[in-house]
């Protein structure tokens, strides 16, 4: 598939949208195709080991038709490194002014991270209508996003953050939730025994929960 062109397209490219902590650069490229085999055209490799840039790079390279994304992206240097490493999207945490100002600088759509209502105001004000809403579960889960829907309707979100298999439907079945954010996809066992067979099983099963 080609990149998502807005922030709201993001929210339409699958169900679930993978969380990928990456350890080892090796595991980029057979990762993102496992994804793909169980058919989720998405990946969000967050910014948090030495790997992850080089693991970028090389899914830019060489697994062009998933939707690549960037996150954890806490600092304007951060958004531009992404951006120049082939991240087709990024996702924040959460957003200060300056923070917001160099994302939206790349030109790139993003999801910037949001818990309050007065911070999702802030990115409306901005003229933005997709968000993440973090971290899901301690900031009030299901039932807080539902409460949104009155007051801001026009608002939509992919929550993530300590949601799982058995929590993600409660959140996708709400007509402002977009997707949901996971990292229970790729837990750390199978990536460390390349159990690529067993990804795309995991990739398969919350790519079913579209129609669950």
């Known amino acids: 598939m080609s990149q998502p062109g807005t922030a709201t397209d993001l929210l339409t490219v699958a169900p679930v949208v993978p969380v990928v902590v990456l350890e080892d650069v090796e595991h980029a490229v057979p990762l993102a195709r496992a994804l793909l085999a169980g058919g989720l055209p998405v990946i969000e490799l967050t910014l948090r080991t030495p790997a992850a840039l080089e693991g970028v790079r090389r899914i830019a390279d060489e697994v062009p038709e998933i939707a690549l994304g960037v996150g954890?992206?806490?600092?304007?240097?951060?958004?531009?490194?992404?951006?120049?490493?082939?991240?087709?999207?990024?996702?924040?945490?959460?957003?200060?002014?300056?923070?917001?100002?160099?994302?939206?600088?790349t030109g790139l759509p993003f999801l910037a991270g949001v818990s309050t209502v007065s911070e999702a105001l802030r990115l409306a004000e901005r003229g933005h209508r997709a968000m993440k809403f973090f971290p899901a579960e301690a900031a009030g889960g299901a039932a807080y996003l539902k409460s949104l829907g009155g007051p801001l309707p026009e608002l939509r979100f992919c929550p993530t953050g300590g949601i799982t298999t058995r929590t993600a439907a409660d959140y996708l079945a709400l007509p402002n939730v977009g997707c949901v954010g996971g990292s229970w996809l790729t837990?750390?066992?199978?990536?460390?025994?390349?159990?690529?067979?067993?990804?795309?099983?995991?990739?398969?099963?919350?790519?079913s929960l579209r129609t669950a």
């Not at 806490?74 to 996702?91: D, I, K």
């Not at 837990?187 to 790519?207: E, K, M, S």
């Open 72 to 105: 954890t992206v806490t600092t304007p240097e951060q958004a531009r490194l992404a951006a120049e490493s082939g991240a087709g999207f990024l996702v924040t945490p959460g957003g200060t002014e300056r923070l917001l100002d160099a994302v939206e600088d």
């Open 187 to 207: 837990p750390r066992d199978l990536l460390a025994a390349g159990d690529w067979t067993g990804v795309a099983d995991l990739a398969r099963a919350a790519a």
